[in-house]
């Protein structure tokens, strides 16, 4: 602190006005900090006064007429919440793990109803502030526990998955993933990063519907890939913010989970509700990593409470009650599985329109990869600059790497956006 007296008191000032000097020298030295380029692009939006805009950078599902979505299975849950006294009334502090019951559900999502795993107890689980603080726990107890190890994480990814790490000290790499030219996966490149990462590595997976991309390897080479984690021992760590979301299937959106844990890996996992349910704002999320054996899952999972003691103390109770009264009841949880399937669906179907409405206008592009890829996003091939000249040009805003969230497509607006799209791509 002795720099700040120095800048402050010139030794004529009074108590007082050393105090004010030193405080308005304190922050001189901050800059502003980078607009987040996701939540940049809906502020933009919102300051465009055009009817006509369109909204296809934000993360979060929309209807067809482009309004949010409360499912029906969280109503209902929500309502047996309010109609609870014994719920109402009590505001206790969940434990640092968070809701066991919640919990207990989640992992029966992302292992299986009837895993072994969960059975024998070799799973250290917390409830986190949904995917971003899963990864977050777990970035601080790999700095922890393996503090000379690396994360290699896909090119592209979550851009908050950078930030994740680097803030968590953790140093990092890329490993190949898309390939430009053909809009999918680079497969022969991922698995020769696989291969040349040295042994025990630690990697970052998206468990299915890959963001910015929606591009994901296919069931024969996930297997490919597990075989050679196995071989060089890494330890995978899967973010899986898309389940059932993706396909519309559960089951289908964590097969590549399944095919790592049937070839005996130890992984690390991080689980959402905010896309599947719709708990954007409830921030409920799982943190799992999966040990040797019940001894060290519990030894595991106290470190893992240790780590969020100083962040937070103890997740929300809200959205935890909503998430276990939903998986518990076999009625919610069948209704949640019609709806998070629908959801899909209209994604699957706005995926359709767009490529179709391109193909009509007689666009010299292939606009295969649009309905090849899956999830919230499709990573169009667009660049910055045909991206700038749709914000300009057709008041139509997106991420200025092409990453079109679907979500934001409805059938009022697909073909305005064919259009603009055709327009701003059709000399390249």
Not at 81 to 92: F, P, Q
Not at 233 to 242: S, T
Request: proline share 5%.
């Amino acid at each position: 602190m002795a720099h700040l007296f120095r800048a402050g008191y010139s030794g004529h000032l009074s108590k007082s006005g050393a105090a004010r000097s030193i405080s308005t020298a304190l922050w001189r030295h901050v800059e502003p900090a980078p607009k987040d380029p996701i939540l940049g692009v809906t502020e933009a939006f919102l300051a465009d006064p055009s009817p006509h805009k369109v909204n296809v950078g934000v993360g979060a599902y929309r209807d067809d007429n482009g309004k949010p979505v409360v499912l029906e299975c969280v109503r209902e849950a929500e309502r047996r919440i309010a109609g609870n006294l014994n719920i109402v009334t009590k505001r206790e502090y969940l434990p640092m793990g968070g809701s066991v019951k919640m919990v207990e559900e989640t992992l029966k999502l992302a292992y299986g109803e009837n895993s072994d795993l969960i059975k024998d107890k070799r799973i250290a689980a917390v409830q986190a502030l949904s995917g971003t603080g899963a990864c977050r726990l777990f970035a601080d107890f790999q700095k922890r526990f393996s503090p000379d190890s690396q994360i290699y994480i896909p090119a592209p990814t979550w851009s908050n998955h950078h930030n994740i790490w680097r803030d968590a000290h953790v140093p990092e790499k890329t490993f190949s993933y898309y390939h430009p030219e053909t809009r999918g996966l680079d497969f022969a490149s991922l698995m020769n990063d696989i291969k040349n990462a040295p042994n025990g590595s630690f990697f970052l997976l998206h468990a299915c519907a890959h963001n910015p991309t929606g591009v994901d390897p296919t069931e024969e080479q996930w297997k490919e890939i597990s075989h050679q984690f196995k071989v060089k021992g890494h330890f995978a760590f899967f973010d899986m913010a898309y389940q059932g979301f993706a396909s519309g299937d559960p089951e289908r959106d964590a097969k590549s989970i399944r095919i790592f844990l049937e070839d005996g890996h130890q992984i690390g996992c991080a689980q959402s509700y905010a896309k599947n349910m719709g708990l954007y704002g409830q921030r409920v999320g799982c943190l799992s990593v999966v040990c040797e054996d019940e001894k060290q899952a519990v030894a595991v999972k106290s470190q893992l409470q240790q780590i969020a003691r100083p962040m937070y103390s103890n997740p929300p109770v809200h959205g935890a009650l909503v998430v276990s009264i939903i998986l518990s009841d076999p009625d919610l949880k069948s209704l949640w599985l019609k709806e998070v399937k629908g959801m899909a669906d209209r994604i699957i179907g706005m995926r359709t329109a767009l490529r179709e409405n391109l193909e009509k206008l007689g666009s010299p592009l292939s606009w295969e990869h649009v309905t090849k890829q899956i999830g919230m996003f499709c990573y169009s091939g667009m660049t910055p600059e045909q991206v700038d000249r749709l914000t300009k040009e057709f008041h139509i805003y997106m991420t200025r790497n092409g990453r079109i969230s679907m979500a934001g497509v409805t059938t009022g607006n697909v073909g305005y956006l064919a259009n603009a799209i055709h327009e701003v791509t059709k000399s390249a």
